[in-house]
């Protein structure tokens, strides 16, 4: 998409709104070419780095709200990649929506965020850094909670280095490949 629509009407000034979502799947060939381009694999990836390099998040899944809004069938043939930013985007209001909704937000299998000795306490990962404000402060050192869905964003603003996204087996990026293949035909 050429733009995000959640930055848009939030009218952010904080995150790029020309970086929107990417659609992938058959479903995505029935998109408004209104709202946005059909792009090659490479493009696509250069896209996702620029969106990273933003500041924004990824949340990858199947939204049956995007096939709603969007209009396209079959709903299960549409993959939806977010580009997120903590201030505007949809998703922030998770920590508020009841758990039947949010416990279908997760962590990727096999990765894991955490505090390391290094942390000093100050309390940058805590200060609207966190979609669902997994980040706390316990005697003087940040804490994650159960609460944690593994974006990576405190990963990124932590300015001594003190926490850390650890990937448990190096077959999690082949499986989550296999995984969303399964799901959506991408192609």
Same mark, same amino acid.
């Given at each position: 998409?050429? !733009? ?8 952010? &000034? ?6 929107? =979502?990417? #659609?992938? /799947? ?7 070419? +209104?709202? @946005?381009? *059909? ?10 780095? *620029? ?9 990858? @899944?199947?939204? &049956? ?5 969007? /209009? ?11 580009? =997120? ?18 416990? &279908?937000? !997760? ?13 000093? @306490? =100050?309390?940058?990962? !805590?200060? +609207? ?15 994650? !909670? +159960?609460?944690?869905?593994?974006? /990576? ?21 082949? *499986? ?10 991408? #192609?």
């Amino acid at each position: 998409m050429d !733009t995000c629509i959640c930055r848009q009407a939030s009218e952010c &000034k904080d995150y790029p709104r020309d970086l929107g =979502c990417l #659609f992938l /799947g058959e479903a995505a060939l029935d998109i408004n070419p +209104e709202l @946005g381009r *059909r792009i090659s694999k490479e493009e696509a990836l250069e896209y996702v780095q *620029r969106c990273r390099e933003a500041g924004l998040v990824h949340l990858i @899944g199947r939204n &049956k709200l995007d096939t709603v809004w969007l /209009g396209v069938q079959p709903g299960i043939k549409l993959l939806t990649i977010c580009n =997120c930013c903590p201030c505007c985007c949809l998703w922030r209001v998770l920590p508020y929506v009841s758990s039947q909704i949010g416990s &279908k937000i !997760t962590r990727m299998t096999g990765v894991t965020v955490a505090v390391n000795d290094l942390c000093v @306490g =100050c309390g940058t990962c !805590t200060d +609207e850094v966190c979609f669902v404000d997994a980040n706390r402060l316990v005697d003087g050192r940040a804490v994650k !909670t +159960e609460a944690c869905r593994g974006c /990576g964003r405190c990963v990124d603003v932590c300015p001594e280095g003190a926490i850390v996204i650890k990937i448990e087996d190096d077959k999690i990026v082949e *499986r989550a490949i296999n995984h969303i293949t399964s799901l959506v035909d991408i #192609f």
